[in-house]
């Protein structure tokens, strides 16, 4: 049973225009989201998170925005850069389980020149 | 600071060997957690250390273990290897865990024949 869906494997976008990423989850429990940047024979690196409390964070072109009545959650890039081309993991925790990561299959953004 | 290292990056087994991953964290950082990573999978949790003691598991069967040393060090033992270990298995350190960011070392791309 997946408690963290991440529904499209794949997207394409074209170089400056808004990417958006999206992401399900299931536990009504969960108060922590985060989304991890990974590229190819590299560990995943952090990028940006929300807490349950808040319903929009920003950092520079990122923005994560949560809908907890509708359980999604969603990336937001603008504008999308080449560098950007990557796979995005979206994951979530709570404190119940002892803020253990669980994490969705990923979604393979890829930025058209 | 120096990031998070694993060794070997990339190893081939055969059904029914054991086989032992390794983990440096980052200076200072005492969490370490292990995931496995297959394809349209994410990662998934296999166990996370902390000073020395294994603080969470996930479901994997009893052929997973680790372990940390005193100087946070984690290795992780795969006994009975079967074809569908084949995965990359990352390590990830964090200061305390419970929430804290997770750095991700870059993988241990294991293929088993």
């Known amino acids: 049973d997946q408690q963290v869906k991440q529904n499209s494997p794949s997207l394409s976008v074209q170089e400056g225009r808004i990417s958006i990423l999206n992401c399900d989850y299931t536990?009504?429990?969960?108060?922590?989201f985060l989304w991890y940047k990974k590229y190819p024979a590299e560990g995943p690196t952090f990028l940006i998170s929300?807490?349950?409390i808040k319903d929009k964070n920003e950092d520079g072109r990122f923005t994560v925005f949560l809908n907890k009545s509708a359980k999604h959650l969603s990336l937001h890039i603008v504008p999308s850069q080449p560098g950007d081309s990557a796979v995005y993991f979206c994951?979530?925790?709570?404190?119940?389980?002892?803020?253990?990561?669980?994490w969705g299959a990923g979604t393979k953004l890829i930025i058209k020149p | 600071k120096a990031g998070v290292t694993q060794t070997p990056r990339y190893l081939i087994k055969t059904r029914g060997q054991q086989v032992t991953l390794s983990c440096s964290p980052i200076?200072?950082?005492?969490?370490v957690s292990w995931y496995q990573q297959t394809p349209g999978q994410g990662l998934q949790f296999l166990f996370e250390?902390?000073?020395?003691?294994?603080?969470n598991k996930g479901n994997f069967p009893g052929r997973f273990s680790g372990r940390q040393f005193s100087n946070s060090r984690s290795e992780m033992n795969v006994s009975t290897l079967e074809l569908g270990d084949s995965a990359l298995y990352l390590c990830?350190?964090?200061?305390?865990?419970?929430?804290?960011?997770?750095?991700f070392g870059p993988g241990t791309r294991l293929t088993v024949l």
């Open positions: 250390y902390f000073s020395e003691t294994q603080r």
């Open positions: 994951a979530a925790s709570a404190l119940d389980s002892n803020y253990q990561l669980i």
């Open positions: 200076s200072g950082h005492r969490s």
């Open positions: 929300i807490s349950s």
């Open positions: 536990n009504s429990m969960f108060d922590y």
């Open positions: 990830a350190s964090s200061f305390a865990g419970k929430g804290d960011t997770q750095y």
